[in-house]
């Protein structure tokens, strides 16, 4: 009989082992889902992540790409203007050059009047008193 009680509470504490090792296996199942799932998770995240710097990326590609094409005109336009200023420039060279030749030939013209405005006038000493 005592090898029956003591079958008994053998038999009784490998139950409670058992029901221990479904326990703990129950656990460590739930662990094991809950790693699963963080990891997932945070799997989906790096992937949402790596979406959202692949978009950044493409978004900054487009706006250099933009700036470049700015830039690009902006140099042709620098260069219209470049143009444009050398053709104002001979321009003003060309009337700067044109009014010298002016003032010179003026400065002449005076000069020569002067010259002959003494002989001009007594020529007409001359006439007026013939003419007298």
């Known amino acids: 009989m005592v090898m029956l009680i003591a079958l008994l509470v053998v038999m009784a504490g490998i139950i409670v082992i058992l029901d221990q090792f479904k326990l703990v296996k129950q656990s460590l199942n739930k662990v094991e889902n809950n790693q699963e799932k963080d990891r997932m998770s945070y799997s989906e995240e790096v992937s949402d992540m790596a979406k959202d710097c692949q978009m ?16 690009e005109e902006a140099k042709g ?9 050398q053709v104002v420039w001979q321009c003003f060279s060309e009337e700067r050059q044109r009014q010298e030749m002016d003032r010179r030939d003026a400065t002449m013209a005076q000069n020569s009047v002067e010259q002959t405005m003494p002989q001009v006038w007594q020529e007409i000493r001359k006439l007026q008193t013939e003419n007298s």
């Open 56 to 71: 950044e990326s493409k978004f900054i590609q487009e706006k250099v790409d933009e700036l470049r094409d700015k830039q």
């Open 77 to 85: 336009l620098l260069r219209e203007m470049n143009l444009h200023i």
